[in-house]
């Protein structure tokens, strides 16, 4: 199972709106609904964003929100704030063989 | 509060042994699917095993097929990953996760990670 794919990096100013892509295959992205997305601060361990495409869990903001189309998941981050500087990873549901497969992570900076 | 505590981590060399555990506590352990995520150092998050809250679905990373096996104890709210014939590429931190429900597909509460270094 290949990893999904995930542009190295994106950026954007305080306040602005970036968007994150993770394009995998009709395989995982795009025969399931279970696509998740993960922040990690440095030396940190991962935090849940968003599960099942679009849900939030408790406590996480609203800036953070995820949607699907096909074989692509993405993540916006409205509002962006210096805070929001990590890396992110999308994760998805590939069947009963592969079970779960990771993006290749984007590194965000806030410029 | 959800905690999670991996250890066991280690120096070990080509073709060793390891096996990992995960202290849980603060949930009701014996519902929920439990995973293993490892990170090799720089790099980016990969899936190694999940186990369902009964042991009926026990899943693995095509790459550690035949050489890692998952397991818990539900009576201690432990999980544990023994690492057999061990390589330079499984040099990584090794998170325990818990899933948002079982079989849930996500890993909702994580632990602090225990670092497997694989080197002679």
């Known amino acids: 199972q290949s990893a999904l794919t995930q542009p190295a990096s994106v950026s954007g100013s305080p306040g602005q709106s970036i968007t994150i892509s993770c394009t995998g295959t009709?395989?995982?992205?795009?025969?399931?609904?279970?696509v998740s997305w993960y922040q990690q601060h440095p030396g940190k361990a991962p935090k849940l964003l968003i599960y099942?495409?679009?849900k939030r869990p408790s406590g996480v903001s609203n800036r953070f929100s995820g949607s699907k189309s096909a074989n692509t998941a993405s993540l916006t981050i409205s509002g962006l704030q210096t805070e929001d500087e990590a890396d992110y990873y999308c994760c998805s549901y590939a069947g009963r063989s592969s079970l779960e497969v990771f993006g290749t992570g984007t590194k965000v900076t806030v410029l | 509060e959800v905690q999670l505590v991996e250890s066991g981590g280690d120096l070990v060399k080509p073709g060793g042994s390891l096996r990992l555990s995960c202290a849980a506590s603060?949930?009701?352990?014996?519902?929920?699917?439990m995973t293993w995520v490892r990170q090799p150092p720089g790099k980016g998050l990969e899936w190694v095993s999940s186990i369902s809250s009964s042991t009926s679905y026990i899943h693995y990373a095509d790459s550690m097929k035949g050489r890692f096996t998952i397991s818990r104890d539900n009576a201690k709210n432990s999980l544990y990953l023994q690492m057999n014939n061990l390589r330079a590429e499984d040099t990584a931190l090794y998170y325990c996760?818990?899933?948002?429900?079982?079989?849930?597909?996500?890993?909702?509460?994580w632990g602090q990670g225990t670092l497997v270094t694989v080197s002679s």
């Open positions: 009709s395989s995982d992205v795009g025969n399931y609904n279970l």
């Open positions: 996760a818990r899933e948002g429900y079982d079989s849930s597909g996500y890993s909702a509460y």
């Open positions: 099942e495409v679009t």
């Open positions: 603060g949930f009701t352990f014996s519902t929920y699917t």
